[in-house]
């Protein structure tokens, strides 16, 4: 049992963990609905954030393909009206035309040249070598006014290129073409967005054979490299698998452009294609994670958990700090209202009302209550002083507490009696406990070094017990009965103890008072005085 | 009722944080056993100009094996000293960062480099190209325009190389453009790009120029790399597909998972085309009741073709291209004895 040095308040209902412990239920359900309340807010920034994303996503990607055709488009006009310029000249002789041609220099293009209505090709020696690797001359003879190869990478820079092809005439209506190398990077940086920095993925697709080149994307070490759509497909979540065949049947069925949402894992990502109009079977697809356009959104979420986060912190340093003050003038006021002041232990008042409460509480243990007396202390105040007697009080007090607190609740019941209710009937323990009462009441040192009498006085008491439900069934009938036998002892002489016996004379046991006779007797001489007054009249008055 | 409140508090810090946070990911390094200091794989001589090569894989890669059996010819073929090194993992590009600082240092008259990380590499390449030392590429090229030349197999080349073979191979058993089949491919990996690109070719070739009766199946199997994968892809394959008469293998697991379930099962009416000359693979090039060819890489001709260029291009000359696809060949029953083939597959 923990031992509780306040009179035994453990026992008294006035518990001020109780309140401790009511704090902390209050603290935790408001930190459960702080806790709701934040991840709901969160939830809903969260959806929020999506829905604005998804939105938004579909339109950026079209803007971007759109942006994507528009610089094919750019790129094609400016092949058309150099064809239209050189188609102007009239030129009788083509290679003549091709040496003026190649010393026009740009960064923009890796080679230019021409080919002529035989199929002769006025090109270096390694551009010829591409034309036949990459079956450039059957591509060319579709130009009318233009056409356009698949990307391909270029032996002369290894990077990845296309190549465009535009009809021109020459020698009084000849048929020729221009041909003019881009490198495929072009497209990427017309493409490029600063805001969507490696977060945009653009690729040029082949519907019928399903082939790719990415032009821009994530991975710069794919830029360049031909795949598979019915590889990459593979990657996007099952329920989301018919969507990409019916987005895919529209690109098979010709149509101008469409979009797609799909998940790859939990990844949110918008599609979009749109047709080359120069590239028959060709198309623009655009690919944007949702994600890529939620940083903002995302620090706008962060900002709002780290104010949430410090408010709740706020809040919890101060309604612990309100707690502790709170419990600090709560258990003030309590022990202002429980405590005696003088000896620290348990009221009258207070008493009274835990004693009832524990007796109503018990049933088969029992319990037992013990009412004590300061022997002689009335003369010790009168002739030591009232301090010497608020000492005796205060060590008396003390060893009761001591010795009791753990199994009951300890009472200044006024004046110099004392009342303790005990969560025990057993005789034994009472009788012990009594014993080493004794001891430590003997032991009480009153001694003052300016009064030389204060050294012969040894402090002793008279107690009688009484059980639960033995001797009584109420508070009211264990104190009558507790005081009877304080009576008995009081009548044997002080300084001692005894049991209330229901029969007082046959069966009335008074122990321990004979061996303390004699020690009795000679307390009365150094008192002096009327020491032998009865106490059971004022007893009875109280009951 | 303390220890309470701090669990308490502790859960509710960690549903806040999972809420707040999307997702999270988890990133484990493996060790990797460090690039190791250059060292001579042929005699070394005074006078000679010294040739480095960086490679990926050192050790147990029978493709990279065969590359250091090109380098080492290339050494004795052109006079020159050749040292070694390279990372242990393709995805060590700080050792080979670290190997191109130490070749310099050793005084190398020219770097062959096979980049473990086209991007990452791309500023050291550039770095040192600028300060004198030629740089030569093999295997995969960088994303930098400063080097001098790269060797390489055009893999989508050599993608519509094999599409080209089954069109032969299956025009050879007797199919007629106008008769329905269907064509089936495995791959060993979605991300990598060398598979890719040979696919996207073999596409390429095939929507242009096989009959419209002759179909790919869209059903792209992937085995990961695991041959008993590979076994059940193709297992899977025959089993789903009855008009099933070719598959395509465009790397080496892939291509033994389809050879070996083609041989168990006696499927003489499929032809078999893959990568690599594997064993399961020359098994049915051997068998005359079988149809089946193999495409290729000239892996060697890298080496060989890199030291040249190197000698070349400390001597002043200038490459004329700075691509060069090192080309595939296909071998077949037609093929296998042509001396072409017998000294690629000596080689390979």
């Known amino acids: 049992m923990k031992k509780e040095n306040n009179s035994g308040l453990a026992y008294s209902g006035f518990e001020p963990a109780k309140s401790t412990v009511s704090f902390l239920r209050t603290l935790t359900v408001f930190l459960i609905i702080c806790l709701i309340a934040v991840t709901v807010m969160i939830a809903l920034i969260n959806r929020l954030i999506k829905q604005h994303d998804k939105e938004l996503t579909a339109e950026i990607c079209s803007l971007v393909s759109e942006k994507v055709n528009n610089s094919i488009d750019h790129l094609t006009g400016s092949v058309e009206n150099l064809s239209s310029v050189l188609s102007a000249q009239n030129a009788s002789d083509l290679q003549q035309l091709y040496d003026e041609l190649k010393r026009t220099k740009s960064e923009k293009f890796i080679s230019l040249g021409l080919v002529d209505c035989d199929n002769n090709i006025y090109a270096t020696d390694t551009e010829i070598e591409e034309f036949e690797k990459w079956h450039l001359l059957e591509i060319s003879k579709f130009a009318d006014p233009v056409s356009i190869s698949s990307p391909y990478r270029s032996g002369l820079n290894g990077q990845p290129v296309f190549t465009m092809f535009s009809k021109l005439t020459y020698s009084g209506g000849k048929s020729g073409r221009l041909f003019v190398t881009y490198p495929l990077s072009e497209i990427q940086s017309i493409a490029y967005t600063a805001s969507l920095d490696n977060k945009v993925e653009i690729w040029l697709m082949n519907a019928a054979s399903n082939n790719i080149i990415q032009c821009a994307g994530v991975n710069k070490y794919s830029l360049g490299s031909w795949a598979s759509a019915l590889i990459q497909m593979k990657e996007i979540n099952e329920e989301d698998k018919p969507d990409y065949f019916s987005w895919k049947e529209k690109m098979n069925n010709g149509e101008d452009n469409a979009s797609l949402v799909y998940h790859i894992n939990k990844e949110l990502y918008t599609q979009v294609f749109s047709s080359i109009k120069i590239m028959k079977g060709w198309y623009i697809v655009v690919r944007l994670p949702s994600s890529s356009l939620s940083d903002t959104m995302v620090k706008f979420r962060y900002t709002v958990m780290g104010f949430s986060g410090v408010l709740f912190l706020a809040t919890v340093v101060l309604l612990i700090i309100y707690h502790r003050r709170e419990t600090k003038e709560k258990l003030l006021l309590e022990n202002l209202s429980i405590l005696d002041p003088l000896t620290s232990v348990m009221n009258r008042r207070a008493f009274d009302i835990s004693a009832e409460e524990l007796l109503s509480k018990k049933s088969r243990n029992g319990a037992a209550l013990i009412f004590l007396d300061i022997d002689y202390f009335k003369q010790v105040n009168d002739q030591y002083g009232h301090e010497t007697g608020d000492k005796v009080l205060r060590e008396f007090s003390a060893a009761l507490n001591d010795l009791f607190s753990d199994i009951g609740i300890v009472s200044r019941y006024g004046g110099d009696e004392f009342v303790v209710l005990l969560d025990t009937a057993s005789r034994d323990i009472i009788n012990e406990k009594l014993e080493q009462l004794t001891v430590r009441t003997k032991a009480i040192n009153i001694f003052d070094e300016d009064d030389p009498r204060t050294g012969s006085f040894r402090v002793s008491f008279s107690a009688g017990a009484a059980q639960y439900p033995r001797n009584a069934r109420d508070l009211k009938g264990l104190m009558a009965c507790s005081d009877d036998a304080l009576y008995i002892v009081k009548q044997k002489g002080r300084n001692g103890y005894g049991w209330y016996t229901d029969s007082k004379d046959k069966d009335y046991s008074y122990e321990g008072i004979k061996a303390a006779e004699d020690a009795a007797r000679a307390q009365k001489k150094n008192i002096g005085g009327k020491h032998s007054r009865s106490k059971k009249q004022s007893s009875k008055k109280k009951k | ?348």
């Open chain 2, 1 to 348: 009722m303390k220890k309470r409140m701090i669990s308490f508090l502790c859960g509710a810090v960690m549903m806040f944080s999972s809420c707040a946070a999307d997702r999270s990911a988890k990133n484990d390094t493996p060790e990797i056993a460090p690039a190791p200091d250059f060292y001579p794989i042929t005699e070394i001589k005074e006078g000679r100009k010294n040739i480095y090569f960086i490679l990926k894989i050192l050790e147990g890669s029978s493709y990279w094996d065969v590359i250091i059996n090109g380098a080492k010819a290339s050494g004795d073929l052109y006079d020159c000293n050749i040292y070694l090194s390279g990372s242990n993992v393709e995805t060590d590009w700080q050792g080979q960062q670290r190997l191109l600082d130490d070749a310099e240092k050793a005084g190398a008259d020219a770097v062959v480099l096979a980049p473990d990380d086209s991007v990452k590499l791309s500023e050291k390449i550039a770095e040192v190209h600028e300060r004198g030392t030629p740089v030569i590429l093999i295997d995969t090229i960088a994303n930098t325009e400063e080097y001098d030349v790269c060797y390489m197999t055009d893999n989508l080349i050599a993608g519509q190389y094999a599409a080209k073979e089954m069109i032969a191979q299956l025009t050879a058993m007797g199919k007629q453009p106008n008769e329905y089949l269907q064509v089936g491919i495995q791959v060993g990996a979605t991300t990598s790009l060398t598979i890719s690109e040979r696919l996207a070719g073999f596409l390429q070739y095939w929507t242009d120029n096989a009959p419209s009766d002759w179909e790919v199946i869209n059903d792209i199997k992937c085995n990961d790399g695991d041959v008993e994968k590979a076994k059940k892809c193709a297992a899977e394959l025959m089993d789903g597909y009855p008009d099933l008469c070719g598959v395509f293998g465009p790397n080496n697991g892939s291509s033994v998972g389809f050879a070996s379930t083609v041989r168990e099962r006696g499927r003489t009416d499929i032809a078999v085309i893959g990568f690599d000359y594997c064993d399961d693979l020359a098994a049915l090039i051997d068998d005359s009741s079988y149809t089946a060819s193999s495409i290729l890489q000239r892996q060697y001709y890298m080496s060989i073709y890199a030291t040249e260029s190197a000698l070349k291009i400390i001597n002043g000359e200038s490459p004329k291209k700075k691509f060069v696809d090192t080309g595939v060949i296909v071998i077949n029953p037609e093929t296998i004895n042509t001396p072409e083939a017998q000294e690629a597959l000596k080689n390979s």
